[in-house]
């Protein structure tokens, strides 16, 4: 009963929120399914992702993906298809978002126009994670069914399986040359991979529970690791060397991130902040609070003056890195965001959603600029193409789709693995 009338309230709150907003007047009735009506709220969020150039937000979402104005927070589209989005992503020119998604597919939408592009099909399980290759040619994608999948990012061909965990991978990151792939998973361990050729090359191992993220540093001579076991690891790319573990960190950190200039971390936590770490000493900085519920992903603007967290609580807020300061709330979502991530101009911002979206929302101001929609299940991850010009997602319904960035249009599906996607990249 006490559930029923959280979300009653949730609903009566949304609907309000609609009729005082003038920006979001329409978006009751952006790309319903036939028959419908109107929708009523804006679904969970599981990620959100800056667009490269910083203007807009991508929010993935249980029902698409939403675009924001990231300066004003005016809702700019509705990215639809996906059902329950876990990870959405921008290509590196901004152009293009990806989605993962609990249907296992992954999905690519133009972010100009909203338009699908693909459908990556392939996963037997949810794809919870999705990254673009620094040069925007490749999409990685990691699932439930235990496997990372590399995709063409133009066609959606597949062109092979990294197999080795024996869990669900969680999360997938490309090295800044693209030439390694460093993968998080539920069997407590990350991987790194040779891109060409599929081969593993090391396995980092130490934590003591579940790999929640995992995250290079900007001169890829480092990667970032967060863990149910409630510790934050530093580990030597080159040799897979342990470096040091951030003491003191008493809660589960379910997202980490670099800073641009890669001296410093930020954590998304399960006790509702977010924390700032020198990368050099392990020495916590500051913490952020104002959310309600667990942070499940963080992203640094591309100019590292701000920090978006996407949070159960259904909220995107907006920090300002050197002080602290709440600048923004994004509202409308009625359930978890999984995946933030900036587009590479750092203008927008894409999330994965559990509602099955990824959403597009611009940087200065939250608003929201598109959603997209075709998974059936979560979105567990997104990644943008280095070019910004395609998405890739990955679902829980196993499968990983393309998108056109500037429209939202489903290019293709990559379908072949047998369990959830928890993580791709280009």
């Not at 937000?57 to 004003?72: E, F, K, N, P, Q």
């Not at 399986?161 to 361990?189: C, K, M, Q, Y």
Request: hydrophobic share 35%; net charge negative.
């Amino acid at each position: 009963m006490k559930i029923r009338l959280c979300i009653t309230i949730t609903i009566l709150l949304t609907l309000f929120s609609f009729a005082t907003n003038t920006f979001a007047q329409d978006s009751p009735q952006w790309h319903l399914p036939e028959g419908v009506k109107t929708r009523l709220g804006k679904g969970s969020i599981s990620e959100i992702a800056y667009s490269p150039d910083g203007t807009r937000l991508a929010v993935a979402s249980s029902i698409g993906v939403w675009l924001y104005d990231a300066h004003t927070g005016q809702e700019l589209d509705l990215l639809t298809g996906h059902v329950s989005l876990n990870s959405v992503s921008f290509s590196p020119d901004g152009k293009t978002i990806a989605g993962g998604s609990s249907d296992n597919t992954i999905r690519l939408w133009e972010v100009d126009t909203g338009a699908h592009l693909r459908t990556f099909e392939g996963h037997t399980s949810l794809v919870y994670s999705v990254s673009f290759s620094p040069d925007g040619s490749t999409i990685a994608s990691g699932s439930g069914d235990a496997t990372i999948r590399l995709w063409k990012a133009a066609t959606g061909a597949h062109l092979r399986t990294l197999e080795g965990h024996t869990d669900w991978v969680w999360r997938v990151s490309f090295s800044p040359d693209g030439n390694t792939i460093a993968s998080g998973s539920f069997d407590r361990t990350i991987r790194l991979w040779e891109v060409d050729t599929g081969a593993h090359l090391r396995t980092l191992e130490g934590h003591a529970r579940v790999v929640r993220s995992v995250s290079f540093s900007p001169d890829g001579k480092t990667i970032a690791s967060s863990s149910e076991d409630k510790t934050i690891r530093l580990w030597e790319a080159a040799t897979g060397a342990h470096l040091r573990t951030f003491e003191g960190h008493t809660i589960l950190a379910n997202s980490v991130s670099f800073s641009p200039d890669g001296k410093t971390i930020a954590s998304g936590n399960s006790d509702a902040t977010i924390r700032l770490w020198e990368v050099d000493t392990g020495a916590h900085l500051r913490t952020f609070e104002g959310h309600t519920d667990w942070v499940w992903s963080v992203s640094f603007s591309p100019d590292g003056k701000t920090i978006a967290s996407g949070s159960g609580d259904d909220t995107i807020r907006l920090w300002e890195v050197d002080t602290g300061a709440h600048l923004r709330t994004f509202e409308g979502h009625t359930d978890w965001v999984y995946s933030v991530s900036f587009s590479p101009d750092g203008k927008t911002i894409a999330s994965g959603n559990s509602d099955a979206t990824i959403r597009l929302w611009e940087v200065d101001t939250g608003a929201h600029l598109r959603t997209f929609e075709g998974h059936a299940r979560r979105v567990y991850s997104v990644s943008f193409s280095p070019d910004g010009k395609t998405i890739a997602s990955g679902s829980f319904d196993e499968t990983i789709r393309l998108w056109e960035a500037a429209t939202g249009a489903h290019l293709r599906t990559l379908e072949g693995h047998t369990s959830w996607i928890n993580s791709v990249s280009f």
